[in-house]
């Protein structure tokens, strides 16, 4: 599956996906001149259904691209610097700062120090900080978000691990990367920019990367949750 989604890419599509639609398009519109009936494309008159219906399939393609193009060997490597991290900044602004504090979030609860930087003033000052046994992780889709690849660079050259989620393996970010995590996207349209279709890939590295640390930390971590949760559980009572 992986070698499948790395040929399209070659051939100049995003992923699988949008080879696998481009053929589809092409025998349909010979065949009868009308295009799929399934496709990323929402017109502004289209029914809700229809959205729905596009959407969700837009959603789950994004999904098993991703996964079927993810390196575990990487991703193994990822979950092994976190686990071990005696702290970890996580750098993201606009959707990917969302999906980086998700990631923060999640690896607070199970008693990791973990914090989420969008603001890049915050996050290079932040980045001086960062030693040998800590690890700095970006998120961003195009590869070259300067607010994200500063930081980064910084906490390399400080001699952090480095981990970066990115659509775009070879670009700028990645130079700065120890680890490289690789997610697709659905095809944008005029509806459905960019940021709106790489969050999806990105989220599921992120719970990913969250599983495999709270596997390896699991005797730390399941206590750290229980009492995460009873801290909070009055919160949600009537």
């Known amino acids: ?43 502004v008159d289209d029914p809700i259904a229809d959205v729905v219906a596009k959407l969700a399939h837009d959603e789950q393609q994004t999904l098993a691209d991703t996964a079927a193009g993810l390196d575990t060997v ?6 092994a610097a976190l686990a071990s ?12 700062g969302l999906v980086a504090q998700d990631l923060a979030q999640k690896l607070l609860r199970i008693g990791l120090v973990a914090h989420a930087h969008s603001d890049p003033h915050l996050a290079v000052t932040n980045a001086v900080q960062l030693r040998g046994g800590d690890v700095a992780l970006a998120i961003t ?15 390399f050259e400080h001699g952090a691990a480095t981990v970066v989620i990115t659509g775009r393996p070879g670009s700028p970010v990645t130079q700065y990367a ?41 005797d730390r971590a399941a206590p750290a949750l229980s009492a995460s949760y009873e801290a909070l559980a ?3 009572r009537r």
Do not use: K
């Open 1 to 43: 599956e992986a070698t499948v989604v790395r040929t399209a890419r070659l051939l100049g599509y995003p992923g699988y996906r949008d080879l696998r639609l481009a053929l589809a398009g092409l025998a349909a519109h010979q065949e009868s001149g009308r295009a799929p009936s399934v496709t990323a494309d929402i017109a």
């Open 141 to 155: 889709h195009s590869g070259s978000t300067g607010d994200v690849i500063e930081p980064l660079r910084v906490a």
């Open 178 to 218: 120890d680890h490289v995590l690789t997610t697709s996207t659905a095809r944008e349209s005029e509806l459905r920019p960019a940021a709106m279709s790489s969050r999806t890939g990105q989220l599921l590295v992120v719970d990913c990367l969250f599983v495999g640390v709270a596997q390896r930390t699991y």
């Open 85 to 96: 991290a005696r702290r970890i900044d996580v750098y993201g602004v606009a959707a990917s």
């Open 234 to 236: 009055h919160r949600h």
């Open 74 to 79: 990487q991703l193994g490597a990822a979950v």
